[in-house]
T-cell receptor
Framework: GENVEQHPSTLSVQEGDSAVIKCTYS??????FPWYKQELGKGPQLIID?????GEKKDQRIAVTLNKTAKHFSLHITETQPEDSAVYFC???????????FGTGTRLQVTL | DGGITQSPKYLFRKEGQNVTLSCEQN?????MYWYRQDPGQGLRLIYY???????QKGDIAEGYSVSREKKESFPLTVTSAQKNPTAFYLC????????????FGDGTRLSIL
């Protein structure tokens, strides 16, 4: 089955700096890669996603890149703000059943 | 507002008891999912249903059961056979089968007394 690894497990940046979170996946058939933000005591919220026919996608301060050959994808957050502090999860999906395999999460702390 | 409602927010279970977690959605989504989240780990899939009256096991289905009698409801029962049930349980839905974005509820935290 699919295996998703996520790094780093914790990340601390100063307000205004950029943050990058990286994930690798094992199943070359995976074709959908969402990113979720989870705040304490809440469910994960979808913040951006990318499909395998696209190499990069951007939404304001958030961007995701995908390298199918190397089987890795990354989340980039620019101009970080304190409200970006949360746990971020990457995931990968293959096949037709929308089954997602999640990474183990990155706790992002944005300091003033 | 459309969304996914999980209840209760906190749930306590005695040893040997079954307990049922509720998940309701008014998004008119066909597919629904249950995940388990443990500290320091990602979400792991318990069961999923792509259509009413049909469901499949996920990666960690042992000790759990589900039903899908209505499109908007996908309750999860944690049975006494689940040896380590203490966790944060998350329900999600997507518009249909295939690779579609999943949207989550705010979870139920289950603890053993």
């Amino acid at each position: 089955g699919e295996n998703v690894e996520q790094h780093p497990s914790t990340l601390s940046v100063q307000e205004g700096d950029s943050a990058v979170i990286k994930c690798t996946y094992s199943d070359s058939a995976s074709n959908y890669f969402p990113w979720y933000k989870q705040e304490l005591g809440k469910g994960p919220q979808l913040i951006i996603d990318i499909r395998s026919n696209v190499g990069e996608k951007k939404d304001q301060r958030i961007a995701v890149t995908l390298n199918k050959t190397a089987k890795h994808f990354s989340l980039h957050i620019t101009e970080t703000q304190p409200e970006d502090s949360a746990v971020y999860f990457c995931a990968a999906s293959s096949g037709t059943a929308s089954k997602l395999t999640f990474g183990t999460g990155t706790r992002l702390q944005v300091t003033l | 507002d459309g969304g996914i409602t999980q209840s209760p927010k906190y749930l306590f279970r005695k040893e040997g008891q079954n307990v049922t977690l509720s998940c309701e959605q008014n998004l008119n989504h066909d597919a629904m999912y249950w995940y388990r989240q443990d500290p320091g780990q990602g979400l792991r899939l318990i069961y999923y249903s792509q259509i009413v009256n049909d469901f499949q096991k996920g990666d960690i289905a042992e000790g759990y059961s589900v039903s899908r009698e209505k499109k908007e409801s996908f309750p999860l029962t944690v049975t006494s056979a689940q040896k380590n049930p203490t966790a944060f349980y998350l329900c999600a839905s997507s518009i249909g089968p295939g690779v579609q974005p999943q949207h989550f509820g705010d979870g139920t935290r289950l603890s053993i007394l």
